[in-house]
């Protein structure tokens, strides 16, 4: 009997050793899986912003001209924003009392994150560069120069390049520090300066055809290329240390290679070619005018339209501003609700000239009247089924879905617009954006009515691609 109770009793000191190291093992896995579940699991990093392949243009039509951006990735040429809609936000965002019109473009950063305005004033004997945040719309900073020739800014917009009476260069960065370069030989007029990526030198051309180069760091000229060709005109300084320069007279674009002094042809083009900061892109305008866009690695053309060379425009593009930052914010666009015509051209060869392609977002199509004759006295009327406040309309007129189509159809030259306040106004139509500068009208509706026109060579079909109110 005290054997078996001693059996037993070995057997339970077993079962409950076995329980207490099934429980300690139970514990461990169990702490296990709270250490495993309490690690930090790897965040998901959102998707990285696409750069935007924004092209600066400058614009002309024997009236007033135009600076305006275009994405060039965008083969139609719809998106685009007027400058000036950048520039009048960021004048607003100031809350000073000078009128918008003193403000002017000077550059965007190399980043495309920043843009500098210069302010010219005739009260003023100077000028002031400002430098704002394009994200935040917010000044930066901002300093002054003496009003002189001209002044040009470097790609991070924190020094400028300035002459007094085309002799003496200067430089002045935002520490209002400012240093004398030195005297030209000849003391002769010369072109716009050029600065490197870094904005540590910049290059420029004397009147003997030669390329100087100065490095603001040690303050003085460090390098002069004689180039032997007449007519050239430095275009940009890319960061592999080439030059690209323009020819007139020959009509050909050269990268100069600034180590070597080895200049080789890069293209034939009429006029202002720019390459990209990372050496991919070229845009320039061919010997019709027409802006064309090539990748340089591959040689292949880039499908692109532009909408203001359709409508007639001399273009000429810039410099490019790649970057991620969301510039569509500026081009503000008031919708419609509802849009009626009191005629529409019917249907021809598969296009459309209904009523609300006035305002599709497409330049390509248009809304064209369908009476006998010019259409004179023929309206469309734009509800935006609210009140709103218009400062301004942008108005791509005539059919601009080609150079072609733009000349053969008739053009409003004149037109009535009617506003649910009563307001009349009668517009030209020499420009394309038209600002209400007196007050802001406040209204529902515009009511548009065609008064003269400029006739087309072929058809009387009076035509309006694009209106956009802001």
């Known amino acids: ?77 719809n998106t685009y924003i007027d400058l000036y809609d950048i520039i009048g936000k960021l ?66 917009l924190r020094k400028c390049v300035y002459t007094e009476d085309g002799n003496f ?63 050239i005109q430095i275009e940009q300084w890319l960061y592999n240390d080439q030059l690209v320069l323009s020819s007139y007279e020959r009509d050909k674009t050269y990268m100069l290679d600034i180590r070597t002094g080895e200049k080789k042809l890069l293209m034939k083009a009429t006029e202002s070619p720019v390459i990209t900061s990372d050496n991919h892109r070229v845009a320039y305008l061919n010997s019709k005018g027409e802006m064309q866009q090539r990748d340089i690695q591959t040689g292949l053309p880039i499908k692109y339209s532009n909408v203001f060379h359709r409508i007639g425009y001399n273009v000429s593009p810039t410099q490019w501003v790649q970057t991620t930052t969301d510039l569509m914010k500026y081009r503000k666009n008031i919708t419609a609700q509802k849009i009626i015509a009191s005629s529409t051209l019917s249907d021809q060869a598969g296009n459309s000239y209904t009523a609300g392609s006035i305002m599709d977002g497409d330049a390509s199509t248009a809304w064209c009247e369908g009476v006998k004759g010019d259409g004179i006295g023929e309206w469309i009327k734009i509800d935006f089924g609210s009140m709103q406040e218009l400062k301004g309309f942008e108005l791509i007129n005539g059919l601009a879905k080609s150079s072609n189509a733009f000349q053969v159809n008739n053009r409003v030259k004149r037109m009535k617009l009617e506003f649910s306040n009563g307001q009349t106004l009668m517009i030209d139509n020499d420009f394309i954006s038209n600002q209400f500068l007196d007050n802001p009208i406040h209204t529902s509706f515009v009511k548009i009515t065609i008064e003269t026109v400029e006739r087309g060579t072929n058809y009387h079909d009076t035509c309006m691609s694009e209106i956009r109110f802001f």
């Open 91 to 156: 004048h607003a965002s100031e809350g000073e009392t000078y009128p918008e019109y003193e403000l002017y473009l000077a550059g965007f950063s190399d980043d495309g994150r920043r843009i500098a305005l210069f302010r010219e004033s005739q009260d003023l004997n100077y000028l002031i560069i400002k430098i704002f945040d394009l994200s935040t719309t917010k000044k930066m900073y901002e300093f002054k120069v003496p009003n002189r020739d001209y002044a040009v800014m470097s790609p991070d």
């Open 1 to 77: 009997m005290v054997r078996i109770n001693k059996i037993a009793l070995l057997i339970m000191i077993f079962s409950i050793l076995c329980g207490c190291m099934q429980s300690s093992k139970s514990q461990v896995v169990q702490g296990l899986n709270e250490d495993h579940s309490s690690v930090p699991q790897p965040k998901k990093l959102p998707p990285t912003k696409r750069a935007i392949n924004w092209l600066l243009f400058e614009a002309e039509n024997g009236n007033m001209p135009m600076e305006y951006l275009t994405d060039m990735d965008d083969p139609t040429g």
């Open 169 to 231: 260069f200067y430089y002045i960065n935002q520490k209002q520090i400012t240093k004398a370069l030195g005297h030209l030989n000849d003391g002769s007029h010369i072109h716009f300066p050029v600065f490197s990526p870094d904005s540590n030198q910049f290059a420029l051309l004397d009147s003997s055809h030669n390329v100087l180069i100065y490095d603001l760091s040690k303050n003085k000229l460090i390098q002069q290329i004689k180039l032997g060709l007449e007519g």
